[in-house]
């Protein structure tokens, strides 16, 4: 067990509790031992001058890729527990389309064993929902349950049979589980490689409506009502999503809904250029779009922030547009990107954005984490709000660099992570 | 005034980028009506034509264009090469960098590709058509062609009639038209009108009839069979009797009205055969003015001097 450790003077925000003020925090055997002004350090503890920073729960990400097994080129298990620490997050969720598909209580439990050897954020394995991710046959959702994980999905392609996500969502209630959706009508996504529009019609490429996103989100929403479960739906990307799920969260359907980082700040013209780095699914929209996401974030009928971290090789993105992968990696900017473009430009208080990156994705999937009341497991991270940066992807951890946010300027740095009070990433 | 390195599209030429490569074409002409189609302005330049869709038409008018102005010439088509047995665009573009080529015409599927590899050789790269993107040289050769039968452009009533959604001549004639003053309008079936169209100053026209009695000159586009298989139409046959321009409807129209087409044509498709071969066809001009428009871009991009074109013509003035 590491030595205690006191950060004092730090702006404590716990959104958990509504708690913002200016005290001292005390970590003591991985949890959080102490919260009050002029605590006193313990014998052997590392005391820590935190005056000026923020003192805040872990960022918590319920929507990232980490290519283990299958494409470990692009990231690991490790690897991405290593940018996940690096960007202020201590847990994150691991999509199941891998190759070969998380979709057996033996491939969950490997990649809690490769979360636990990396010894970084807790990476919490999503299953999948149906047996390879085929669309065909339910998955074993309680064995997988049994080997630790938090939710199932088949996101990178959609539960395309209504039958299907109607059983799964009906299925998950005996485990309490979301079902998480990537929300796609098949037959008008076909061949699409960016949001249908003026621009899409400038650069000859295939579009994506809005519609082919809101048809499965209006399905999903129905069946989340008709089948009493859990959905989940990962990265909304239109204004005509945002209205639905907020009409369903008044008749009360259980829903979460989840936006990332790049949908909350750029807009279809970032594929101007042909930039392969503009190239993701869902794709970016139209400014309405935009303001639509950030409204339905302030208002709670979007849940949480999710970054859908999604690593590829480099020179899988040098390609001509049609032929690059979708797809691009988040952790490591998230909370830079999100503090510069919410909180600075006044759309969220920190405390809120704080909510929206740690504790409601914490209860969303039921999750550990995401407050720091007395007893609770010392996850925190502490943040510099005041300190510009520029994003540079050669320096990102991650094992791949395909950020639309290169040479950003951006105010928000991660600069301590404690996982169950061990310091796992530290810029002294 | 120069064009930059590479010609991508119209979309980001000035007016005036444009109109110094209709200019620079006229002096050319004359060159393809000589009994000795040769000028040495290109000499010891060395171009590869890069094919990756098949074409008949272009390339060979580009080969023409290169080969008159004197280039050295080396076709790469897709099916036999390398790109075939998988090499990506960027170690293509690697591979005839090192061979140090001064310019790459090159022929893709994907909408960006010229751009991109552009992006990546020093080698100036013209767009033979990219995708569903642009297709600049055609929509040149319209331009000049237009221009030669009325005389100006500014002002002109030009509707594309087809297949504008799938279509990269759609694309360069709007941007080159409307640069140039003309007024523009398409005319299809909604299934295959891009989104958004109406915003870049286009008039749409639900109707052929209503269309034909609008514009002075029709560019009518190529349909391919697979819209229909792909169900963007129930069949050709009802594409023609909605759609097609027949000699009936041209019968109707009152005014003089230019017939343009890109080609290859669908005979009895989009268009009626009597129209494609009738007085107010310009189609073979179009193929003429297609090498003196590739002659031009050429020689600008080679950084010719465009008051010296009509010199280079008689001696070579670009050496």
Request: with cysteine; proline share 5%; hydrophobic share 40%.
């Amino acid at each position: 067990m590491s030595k205690p450790l006191l950060l004092k003077g730090g702006r404590v925000i716990d959104p958990s509790r509504d708690v913002d003020q200016v005290t001292d925090l005390l970590v003591q055997d991985g949890k959080v031992a102490g919260i009050g002004q002029g605590l006193g350090a313990p014998d052997g503890a590392e005391t820590r001058d935190v005056t000026g920073l923020i003192v805040a729960p872990g960022l918590v990400d319920i929507h990232v890729h980490f290519r283990e097994p299958g494409n470990e080129d692009e990231e690991t298990v490790a690897s991405g527990a290593r940018a996940a620490v690096t960007g202020g997050y201590t847990a994150v969720c691991a999509m199941p389309n891998t190759d070969p598909v998380t979709d057996n209580q033996a491939a969950v439990g490997f990649i809690v064993r490769q979360s636990v050897r990396a010894g970084l954020a807790r990476v919490y394995p999503i299953g999948a929902v149906s047996v390879g991710q085929k669309g065909e046959q339910l998955a074993e959702f309680g064995e997988m349950v049994g080997a630790g994980a938090v939710a199932v999905s088949d996101d990178g392609k959609p539960v395309a049979s209504s039958h299907l996500m109607r059983t799964a969502l009906e299925y998950a209630r005996t485990f309490g589980i979301p079902v998480a959706d990537h929300c796609e009508e098949p037959t008008l996504f076909a061949g699409g490689v960016m949001h249908e529009g003026l621009v899409s019609s400038r650069l000859g490429l295939k579009g994506i409506p809005a519609a082919a996103e809101e048809i499965m989100v209006a399905r999903d929403l129905l069946l989340a009502e008709l089948s009493g479960g859990h959905v989940h739906l990962c990265h909304m990307s239109t204004k005509g999503s945002v209205e639905l799920i907020r009409r369903a969260k008044e008749r009360h359907v259980r829903v979460t809904a989840e936006v990332t980082p790049h949908h909350l700040t750029l807009t279809d013209h970032a594929c101007e250029g042909y930039d392969t780095h503009a190239k993701m699914n869902p794709p970016l929209r139209e400014a309405a779009d935009v303001a639509a996401l950030r409204q339905g974030l302030v208002d709670g009928v979007i849940d949480c922030i999710a970054t859908d971290h999604a690593p590829h090789a480099y020179d899988e993105k040098d390609a001509a547009f049609d032929d690059a992968p979708f797809g691009i990696i988040g952790l490591e900017t998230a909370f830079g990107v999100m503090h510069t473009e919410l909180v600075e430009c006044g759309v969220l208080s920190l405390p809120e954005l704080i909510n929206r990156m740690s504790t409601a994705p914490a209860r969303a999937f039921h999750l550990p984490g995401g407050g720091m009341r007395i007893g609770a497991v010392a996850d925190i991270c502490v943040l510099d709000v005041t300190e510009p940066w520029t994003v540079d992807p050669a320096r990102f951890h991650s094992k791949s660099r395909n950020s639309p946010f290169g040479g950003r300027r951006v105010t928000g740095r991660v600069r301590m992570t404690l996982v169950a009070g061990r310091i796992v990433h530290d810029t002294p | 005034m120069t064009l930059g390195k590479d010609l991508v599209g119209l979309e980001h030429l000035s007016p005036e980028q444009i109109r110094l490569i209709l200019d620079t074409a006229e002096p050319f002409k004359e060159v393809s009506e000589r009994p000795i189609k040769k000028v040495p302005a290109l000499r010891g330049k060395t171009i590869v034509n890069l094919f990756f869709e098949a074409s008949t038409r272009t390339r060979i008018s580009f080969e023409f264009a290169e080969k008159r102005l004197s280039a050295d010439t080396v076709n790469v088509a897709a099916s036999g090469s390398s790109v075939s047995k998988g090499e990506t665009l960027v170690d293509t573009a690697r591979n005839l960098e090192a061979m140090r080529i001064d310019m790459v015409v090159i022929r893709h599927g994907s909408s960006g590709a010229a751009q991109f590899l552009g992006s990546r050789i020093r080698s100036n790269v013209i767009n033979a058509g990219d995708g569903k993107h642009e297709h600049p040289t055609q929509g040149l050769l319209d331009l000049l062609t237009i221009r030669d039968r009325h005389g100006r452009i500014d002002g002109i009533k030009v509707c594309l009639v087809g297949d504008i959604l799938h279509s990269r001549v759609a694309r360069s004639n709007i941007w080159g038209l409307t640069k140039l003053g003309a007024e523009v309008g398409v005319c299809g079936p909604r299934t295959l009108l891009p989104r958004g169209i109406e915003e870049l100053g286009v008039q749409v026209f639900d109707r052929i009839e209503a269309a034909m009695e609008w514009a002075d000159v029709l560019n009518v586009l190529r349909l391919q069979l697979e819209r229909m298989e792909k169900g963007f139409i129930p069949s050709l046959r009802e594409y023609y009797r909605v759609f097609g321009v027949t000699q009936e409807r041209l019968a109707q129209v009152k005014r003089d009205i230019t017939i343009m087409h890109p080609g290859p044509m669908n005979r009895g498709v989009e268009i009626d055969s009597r129209v494609a071969d009738g007085p107010h066809s310009v189609i073979l001009d179009q193929v003429t003015n297609g090498v003196a428009i590739r002659m031009a871009v050429l020689y600008l991009l080679a950084g010719g001097k465009p008051e010296l074109a009509d010199a280079a013509k008689r001696s070579g003035g670009a050496e």
